[in-house]
């Protein structure tokens, strides 16, 4: 569905990835193009704008690595704006996982009418039964249309998925109330509730969802939408989550010619993530929604993403080593203090360093509490700053006076740069002992 804007994009990108060196023009040139390629998917203006100015900010403050092109650079930029686009941050790939564990959970379908709702419902009731062995009772509160009712009852029959008899006379809320009994008394573990939809919003029928959520209370509220209507598919997202709260989107008819616009601004303008997309009506048609794997199918470079990836992983590798070598020779001098510091604060401070290693986050507090956290890292590297290159690569020559003028360059006070030579100078201890012992050195130092 993505296959025009894919073609433009690859189009514009391709200039750049060609050339050796790049002016400022070509990339403003193929910004250009890459700004009219989202416009024309139907991607809201803000949205693209947004995009593009974050690309241009980091293709700017971008160190261009040896191994690859600059053109090769802004590919990867462009892909991981994208993923943020899709994605929102701290989504990561875990956008399709539903909050269901506490049984019976409920989730509750919410659309208009025509958006591909009662397919989706049961569709997502089938994959929760075959996949994760969930037991679901499905409920449609469609009272209006009789149809309705029986349309989900008999997608019902045919996925194997059960739904609750349907009593007439019955409104919304007193459907969601029996359905949430019948599944708490029959064991089941998801209830999902199909609500009524209407050929455009209005009072009434945002009204009735409202009450049923409140008599409901959902874990999860899943807005489907139409992916085929563009920017307004982002509109009545935006008129559900303001009216109604929502947890999540799915994009239907993503299998159509659209755009593919709507999937593109989703998560940009209503903060909300897309969970699924349905590529088609058969009751296997409906996928989790990876921003990762939707930016590498729309950018269709791959291959220079993953070079710039290892020409990365590279660089980090290159310079561990080149400090291990130093350290090796017995050499530390606050320029590699200040490197150490630096990885720390790319992985997080203290904090996120300890995270990674089970069991350590009290330690962590412990630690954060006696001032080793980022705020002590920003303040070290304030003080290394404020040194001379000749202070830097020879910490001995700190005597009272520099140590002042120090202390006022970096707006802190002599202690404190007291206490950050002391650190340089058990660390490079350490590291010297770490040296000598070679490859195996880590274990040794704490075999000690
Ligand atoms: P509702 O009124 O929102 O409940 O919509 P329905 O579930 O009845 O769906 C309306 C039509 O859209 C049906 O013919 C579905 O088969 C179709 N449909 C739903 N999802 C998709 C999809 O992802 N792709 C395609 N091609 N058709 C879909």
Partial sequence: ???????????????????????????????????????????????????????????????????????????????????????????????????????PATILMV?????????????????????????????????????????????????????????????????????????????????????A???????????????????????????????????????????????????????TRMDGDGRGGAALSMRAVTGKPIKFVGIGEKMDALEEFHAERVAGRILGMGDIVSLVEKAQEQIEQAEAERMMKRFQKGRFDMNDLRSQLEQMQKMGGMDGIMSMLPGMGKIARQMGDAGVDDKMIRRQMAIIQSMTREERKKPDILKASRKERIARGSGLEVQDVNRLLKMHRQMADMMKKMGRMGKGGLRGLMGQ
Avoid at 243 to 249: D, K, N, P, Y
């Fill in 111 to 195: 659309g208009l009418q025509g958006s591909g709702k009662t397919t989706t419902a049961a569709k997502l009731a089938r994959r929760l039964k075959e996949r994760d062995h969930k037991r679901v009772l499905m409920a449609s509160l469609d009272t209006r249309r009789p149809a309705a009712m029986e349309q989900l009852a008999t997608l019902g029959q045919q996925t194997g998925i059960d739904t609750l008899p349907i009593v007439r006379g019955q409104d919304a809320v007193a459907i969601a109330r029996r359905a949430r009994q019948q599944a708490m008394l029959a064991g089941y573990d998801v209830v999902m509730l199909d609500t």
């Fill in 1 to 103: 569905m993505f296959e025009s804007l894919s073609e433009r994009l690859s189009g514009a990108l391709e200039k750049l990835t060609a050339k050796g060196a790049l002016t400022e023009a070509d990339v403003a040139t193929a910004l250009r193009e890459v700004r009219v390629a989202l416009l024309e998917a139907d991607v809201s203006l803000p949205v693209a704008r947004r995009f593009i100015k974050q690309v241009q900010d980091k293709a700017t403050g971008q160190a261009v690595l040896k191994s690859v092109t600059p053109g090769q650079m802004v590919v990867k930029i462009v892909h991981d704006e994208m993923v943020a686009m899709l994605a929102g941050e701290g989504d990561g790939e875990a956008g399709a996982r539903l909050r269901i564990d506490s049984p």
């Fill in 197 to 251: 939809g209407r050929l455009s919003i209005d009072a009434e029928l945002m009204a009735e969802v409202a009450a049923v959520r409140d008599a409901a209370s959902p874990n999860e509220t899943l807005l489907v939408v139409d992916g085929l209507t563009g920017q307004d598919a982002v509109h009545t997202a935006e008129n559900f989550d303001g009216q109604i709260g929502i947890s999540g989107v799915v994009l």
